[in-house]
Protein backbone atom coordinates (compact mmCIF):
# COMPACT_ATOMS: atom_id res chain seq x y z
CA UNK A 1 0.00 0.00 0.00
CA UNK A 2 1.59 3.16 -0.80
CA UNK A 3 0.74 6.38 1.29
CA UNK A 4 1.08 10.05 -0.52
CA UNK A 5 1.59 13.18 1.31
CA UNK A 6 1.43 16.55 -0.30
CA UNK A 7 2.84 19.53 1.17
CA UNK A 8 3.38 23.45 0.13
CA UNK A 9 0.11 24.63 -0.98
CA UNK A 10 -0.91 28.31 -0.02
CA UNK A 11 -1.86 31.50 -1.07
CA UNK A 12 0.00 33.46 -3.36
CA UNK A 13 -0.76 36.64 -5.94
CA UNK A 14 -1.13 36.38 -9.26
CA UNK A 15 2.48 36.01 -11.03
CA UNK A 16 3.62 34.14 -8.48
CA UNK A 17 5.32 30.78 -7.23
CA UNK A 18 4.85 27.50 -5.50
CA UNK A 19 6.11 24.85 -4.80
CA UNK A 20 4.35 21.45 -4.13
CA UNK A 21 5.63 18.20 -2.70
CA UNK A 22 4.51 15.07 -2.36
CA UNK A 23 6.07 12.03 -0.38
CA UNK A 24 6.01 8.53 -0.62
CA UNK A 25 5.73 5.72 1.47
CA UNK A 26 5.56 1.90 1.17
CA UNK A 27 6.73 2.21 -2.56
CA UNK A 28 9.80 3.65 -4.43
CA UNK A 29 8.47 7.03 -6.63
CA UNK A 30 11.49 5.37 -9.18
CA UNK A 31 9.88 2.79 -10.20
CA UNK A 32 6.22 4.54 -10.59
CA UNK A 33 4.44 7.03 -12.95
CA UNK A 34 4.15 10.10 -10.49
CA UNK A 35 1.58 12.27 -11.01
CA UNK A 36 -0.33 15.34 -9.81
CA UNK A 37 -3.94 16.15 -10.35
CA UNK A 38 -6.54 19.15 -9.38
CA UNK A 39 -9.74 20.18 -8.76
CA UNK A 40 -11.23 23.00 -8.63
CA UNK A 41 -14.47 24.02 -7.27
CA UNK A 42 -17.58 22.81 -8.93
CA UNK A 43 -15.36 20.99 -11.91
CA UNK A 44 -13.84 17.54 -12.19
CA UNK A 45 -10.54 16.40 -11.33
CA UNK A 46 -8.18 17.35 -14.84
CA UNK A 47 -5.00 15.59 -14.60
CA UNK A 48 -2.02 18.66 -14.49
CA UNK A 49 1.49 16.74 -15.04
CA UNK A 50 3.48 12.94 -15.03
CA UNK A 51 6.60 12.16 -15.00
CA UNK A 52 7.07 8.41 -15.58
CA UNK A 53 9.28 5.84 -14.53
CA UNK A 54 11.78 6.44 -17.35
CA UNK A 55 11.76 10.54 -16.18
CA UNK A 56 9.83 11.38 -19.59
CA UNK A 57 7.18 13.95 -18.35
CA UNK A 58 4.06 14.83 -19.94
CA UNK A 59 1.70 18.13 -18.54
CA UNK A 60 -1.42 19.26 -19.91
CA UNK A 61 -1.71 22.57 -22.26
CA UNK A 62 -2.68 25.04 -19.91
CA UNK A 63 0.37 24.59 -17.54
CA UNK A 64 3.00 24.14 -20.07
CA UNK A 65 6.13 26.50 -19.76
CA UNK A 66 4.77 27.57 -16.38
CA UNK A 67 4.96 23.85 -14.37
CA UNK A 68 7.67 21.48 -13.87
CA UNK A 69 7.31 17.91 -12.66
CA UNK A 70 10.30 16.42 -11.14
CA UNK A 71 11.37 13.63 -8.86
CA UNK A 72 14.48 13.03 -6.30
CA UNK A 73 14.23 9.29 -5.75
CA UNK A 74 16.27 9.53 -2.36
CA UNK A 75 14.00 11.29 -0.59
CA UNK A 76 11.04 9.26 -2.24
CA UNK A 77 9.33 12.57 -3.48
CA UNK A 78 7.91 14.15 -6.35
CA UNK A 79 7.57 17.89 -6.80
CA UNK A 80 5.33 20.39 -8.82
CA UNK A 81 7.17 23.73 -8.95
CA UNK A 82 4.69 26.33 -10.35
CA UNK A 83 5.82 29.69 -11.90
CA UNK A 84 3.90 32.93 -13.01
CA UNK A 85 0.49 30.92 -11.42
CA UNK A 86 -2.59 32.48 -12.45
CA UNK A 87 -6.04 32.83 -10.73
CA UNK A 88 -7.72 29.93 -12.86
CA UNK A 89 -4.96 27.60 -11.05
CA UNK A 90 -6.56 27.93 -8.31
CA UNK A 91 -7.68 24.60 -6.78
CA UNK A 92 -7.24 21.49 -4.59
CA UNK A 93 -3.93 19.69 -5.62
CA UNK A 94 -3.65 15.89 -5.53
CA UNK A 95 -0.61 13.39 -5.72
CA UNK A 96 -1.32 10.51 -7.42
CA UNK A 97 0.60 6.43 -8.42
CA UNK A 98 0.10 3.13 -9.33
CA UNK A 99 1.65 0.09 -9.98
CA UNK A 100 4.90 -0.26 -10.37
CA UNK A 101 5.59 -0.08 -14.03
CA UNK A 102 1.75 0.74 -14.89
CA UNK A 103 0.50 3.69 -16.17
CA UNK A 104 -2.92 3.50 -13.89
CA UNK A 105 -3.48 5.89 -10.96
CA UNK A 106 -4.25 3.76 -7.77
CA UNK A 107 -2.72 5.68 -4.95
CA UNK A 108 -4.27 9.26 -4.17
CA UNK A 109 -3.09 11.54 -1.52
CA UNK A 110 -5.37 13.98 0.19
CA UNK A 111 -4.80 17.17 -1.28
CA UNK A 112 -3.38 20.75 -0.95
CA UNK A 113 -5.11 24.06 -1.57
CA UNK A 114 -3.49 26.89 -4.18
CA UNK A 115 -5.15 29.91 -3.82
CA UNK A 116 -4.13 32.52 -6.32
CA UNK A 117 -5.33 35.89 -6.04
CA UNK A 118 -5.51 38.73 -8.83
Known amino acids: QVQLVESGGGLVQAGGSLKLSCVAS????????MGWFRQAPEKEREFVAA???????TYVDSVKGRFTISRDSAKNTVYLQMNNLKPEDTAVYYC????????????WGQGTQVTVSS
Open 96 to 107: ATGQPYDSGWTY
Open 26 to 33: GGSVSMRR
Open 51 to 57: ISWSSGA
